[in-house]
């Protein structure tokens, strides 16, 4: 099993930035894939950013050039840098870690966009 917990959510301005972590339970260098998810009220949720063991990325249309998910495997986190936030980028975002053909998630960090 592995636990994620994620920090750094927050109330922010438009055209603001924010960087979220995504603390694991154990060496990330042993989970396939984490990723950053986020569900606004009313909508369903939606995939942000992954990650595998090997450094591949890939990022949803809407927060590429803006988003960035790195790892830093000597503190077994996973982080993501967000750039130039928008309104619609209010959302809970979600950590998960797929390991072991389980995948678990953290309880989520609040992240408001607001003027």
């Known amino acids: 099993q592995v636990q994620v917990v994620e920090s750094g959510g927050g109330l922010v301005q438009p055209g603001g930035s924010l960087r979220l972590s995504c603390a694991a339970s154990r060496s990330i260098a042993s989970i396939n894939t984490m990723a950053w998810y986020r569900q606004a009220p009313g909508k369903e949720r939606e995939l942000v950013a992954h990650i595998t063991s090997g450094g591949s990325t890939n990022y949803a249309d809407s927060v590429k050039g803006r988003f960035t998910i790195s790892r830093d495997n000597a503190k077994n986190t996973v982080n993501l840098q967000m750039n130039t936030l928008k309104p619609e980028d209010t959302a809970v975002y979600y950590c998960?870690?797929?390991?072991?053909?389980?995948?678990?998630w953290g309880q989520g960090t609040q992240v408001t966009v607001r003027s």
């Open positions: 998960s870690a797929v390991y072991n053909n389980g995948r678990y």
